[in-house]
């Protein structure tokens, strides 16, 4: 099994800067990459980006730009700077890592309100 903790969220104004964290713990050799995804009320869990062990990123159009992704594969951490956020990307943040397996493994979640 594979635990994903997240950290970092909270209420930002429009415009503004966050950065999310996410730790890994377990049997990490089963996943292959690490990621983001988020869900605002009422709509379905959408992709924000993904790192994989060898380094490909994949945005979301919607974030490209204006987000950042990265892994510090000695610490199994993955991190989203978030930056000139908007109210659209008001949502609880996941951190995720598939694995070879086709397992899924989520984390608990974390809120990131943008609003004035």
């Known amino acids: 099994q594979v635990q994903l903790v997240e950290s970092g969220g909270g209420l930002v104004q429009p415009g503004g800067s966050l950065r999310l964290s996410c730790a890994a713990s377990g049997s990490i050799f089963r996943i292959y990459a690490m990621g983001w995804y988020r869900q605002a009320p009422g709509k379905q869990r959408e992709l924000v980006a993904t790192?994989?062990?060898?380094?490909?990123?994949n945005y979301a159009d919607s974030v490209d730009g204006r987000f950042t992704i990265s892994r510090d594969n000695a610490k199994n951490t993955v991190h989203l700077r978030m930056n000139s956020l908007k109210p659209e990307d008001t949502a609880d943040y996941y951190c995720?890592?598939?694995?070879?397996?086709?397992?899924?493994?989520w984390g608990q979640g974390t809120q990131v309100t943008v609003s004035s």
């Open positions: 995720h890592a598939p694995g070879w397996n086709k397992d899924n493994y």
């Open positions: 790192m994989s062990n060898y380094g490909s990123i």
